[in-house]
């Protein structure tokens, strides 16, 4: 088990560039999550997928960002014509589906960074 | 719809002192509780986890019992050390929720050697 991967760990770009995360999530589980997360503040949710499928979005998710998970294993996570605003720490994480006891394990997360 | 409180910070205390962060929430059915923790320029690591009422979740020193009939999962260690450094997080997952972990706002923990 070599737990949830993210890459890269840190970005900068530009405003108005576009980004692409990736996450390798941990091989058994079929659930894989992202959040966004400012400093000081919790996890806020944006997508999961259960296998390939993406199951849910937040309300409060741009249509500049979008993620896929195309075999069911990894996932990226893509931001459209960035904004100072998008700057954050994007977390992944992953879980066996089945009922609200199973665990999430998360990454070490991407730091993006809107110069 | 549901939701978790945990006490503001940040806490401050010295090494080997008792510690007690409180976390209450709001859910209906029967929500499974969580405690994260994350280090400085970390992800979050799961602490431990309670999935039912009365079930006492623990790890790495760190207690936290599920109690129904006051809505807490307060988390408690009986002697911090500098390590245990960090935000903690409370968060709950209910099939209300779609089984989405839904998170307090966090506490900071300062230890003083």
């Known amino acids: 088990d070599t737990g949830v991967s993210q890459d890269p760990r840190h970005k900068i770009t530009k405003r108005g560039q576009n980004v692409t995360f990736r996450c390798d999530p941990i091989?058994?589980?079929?659930?894989l999550y992202w959040y966004r997360q400012t400093l000081g503040q919790g996890p806020e949710f944006l997508t999961y997928?259960?296998?390939?499928?993406?199951?849910?979005k937040s309300r409060l998710l741009s249509d500049r960002f979008s993620a896929e998970r195309p075999k069911g294993s990894f996932s990226t996570l893509e931001i459209q014509r960035t904004e100072q605003g998008d700057s954050a720490m994007y977390l992944c994480?992953?879980?066996?589906?089945?009922?609200?006891?199973?665990?999430?394990?998360f990454g070490d997360g991407t730091r993006l960074s809107i110069l | 719809g549901d939701s978790v409180t945990q006490m503001e910070g940040p806490v401050t205390l010295s090494e080997e002192a008792f510690l007690t962060i409180n976390c209450t929430y709001t859910?209906?059915?029967?929500?499974?509780l969580f405690w994260y923790v994350q280090y400085p320029g970390e992800g979050l690591q799961l602490l431990l986890k309670a999935t039912k009422a009365d079930d006492k979740g623990s790890n790495k020193g760190f207690e936290a019992t599920y109690r129904k009939e006051t809505t807490s999962f307060h988390l408690e260690k009986g002697s911090v050390q500098v390590s245990d450094s960090a935000v903690y997080f409370c968060?709950?997952?209910?099939?209300?929720?779609?089984?989405?972990?839904?998170w307090g706002a966090g506490t900071k923990l300062i230890i003083k050697p």
């Open positions: 968060a709950l997952a209910s099939m209300d929720s779609n089984y989405q972990l839904i």
């Open positions: 994480a992953s879980s066996f589906s089945g009922g609200n006891n199973q665990p999430q394990h």
């Open positions: 997928f259960q296998n390939e499928a993406q199951l849910e």
């Open positions: 091989s058994e589980h079929n659930r």
């Open positions: 859910a209906t059915g029967y929500p499974s």
